[in-house]
Each structure stands twice: as C-alpha cells, then as structure tokens.
C-alpha cells in the first residue's frame, strides 16, 4: 500500500503569512494528489485536486504543485478563515485509503 | 446544490451491527460513484468504501475484513453502509463522500455532515 506523509504536522503563522505544507507518497502517484480543509466539527472541504486544479470557489490564495513523490500546498496570504487541518490524499491506486495524516495550521 | 445526509450513527456493543444511510439531493446520483470515509475521535480521516455509480463495483479497505458491506438505491437516492461484527477501534465519525465522477479512485468534492458510531467495549 502506498503510505502518504505529511510535514509539518502543525504549525503557527500570522494572517497574511505565506504556508507551504508538504505532503509525500512512499512511491510514485503521477499527479493523483488531492487535498482537502477541516475546520473543527466539520466535514473536510476538497481544496485540490490532480496536484494543482483548483476546486470551483476555492480562493486563489491556495495552490497545489509536485509530481510523483513530492508535492505541496501553499498559501500565498493565510486569512483567519483558513485555520484549519489539512490532509493530502492519494487517488493514484486502489484501495485509494492514503490519505495523509494531516497538518494543523494554528494561529501565532 | 449538492446536499449529503447520513443517518444511522449510534450508539452499539461490541459485536453488534449497525446500518448507516446517506441521502443524496443536488445531483444526477446514479451517474457518481460514492464512498464513505470515517474520522475516529481526535484522529485523521480514513476511507473505508467505495462504491461505482451503478452500485456494479465495490471496494472497501483491506483492514475491514469484510465485516462491512457498502450499496445503493438509486431510485432513492440513497447510499448505505453496513456494519457487522463491530469492534471498540470503529468508532468513529463516518462521512458519506460524492466521487468527483463515477471511479473509484477519484477526489470527494462533496461531503455530508457525519453521523456518530460509538461501539462500547
């Protein structure tokens, strides 16, 4: 099975802050990188998907880029409403069970 | 707009069943493939099935062991999930996730709001 990490697991930044969230697949998946917001009590949100597309009324201040092992989400200018957990996730085999174990983005 | 409401989470001994449902509203459901992703307390998100548009082809986590079945019933719109022989380690949130097309192996651009499943030890 294809293992997802993610780095840093949390970390604190400022609103107007530029984050950049790292995610890893234990071996190659093309482009099949989806990425996904959860704000506490709430279901995750898709942000990402195929690395770099943009989900239709995702702000552009979020963009995805890497291919086969390596990939990230950055944001360009942290606003308040984007304190959240974000999980990266594996389309590229079946079971598709890789998501990756998320990153907390908290407020400094 | 897409709307996704599970029902069924509640709370059951070890070793009981439980049946989750999911109505779908906002889209021509027969033609997306569907799963359902669970989130135990305080941890991360983890799939646990899917299911191909027509219902013809289902694929569920390796750690499941058959003890859950996944189906539809798209002349309501519904999507279900059972679960048998439940164990302490399933509790959890359980989601109900649209495919962004009908594949198994495809982003989730729509969630429900989740529906609780405590399994007392």
């Known amino acids: 099975d294809i293992q997802m990490t993610q780095s840093p697991s949390s970390l604190s930044a400022s609103v107007g802050d530029r984050v950049t969230i790292t995610c890893r697949a234990s071996q190659a998946i093309s482009t099949a990188l989806n990425w996904y917001q959860q704000k506490p009590g709430k279901a995750p949100k898709l942000l990402i998907y195929v690395t770099s597309r943009l989900q239709s009324g995702v702000p552009s201040r979020f963009s995805g880029s890497g291919s086969g092992t390596d990939f990230t989400l950055t944001i360009s200018s942290l606003q308040p409403e984007d304190f959240a957990t974000y999980y990266c996730?594996?389309?590229?085999?079946?079971?598709?069970?890789?998501f990756g174990p998320g990153t907390r983005v908290e407020i400094k | 707009e897409v709307h996704l409401v599970e029902s069924g989470g509640n709370w059951v001994q070890r070793g009981g069943s439980l049946r989750l449902s999911c109505g779908a509203s906002g889209f021509t459901f027969n033609t997306y493939a569907m799963a359902w992703v669970r989130q135990a307390p305080g941890k991360g998100l983890k799939w646990v099935a899917g299911i191909s548009a027509s219902g013809g082809t289902t694929y569920y986590a390796v750690s499941l062991k058959g003890r859950f079945i996944i189906s539809r019933d798209n002349s309501k719109n519904t999507l279900y999930l059972q679960m048998n022989s439940l164990r302490a380690e399933d509790t959890a949130v359980y989601y109900c996730a649209k495919g962004y097309q009908d594949s198994l192996i495809d982003a989730f651009d729509a969630w429900g709001q989740g529906t609780m499943v405590t399994v007392s030890s």
């Open positions: 996730q594996q389309t590229y085999t079946m079971p598709p069970d890789s």
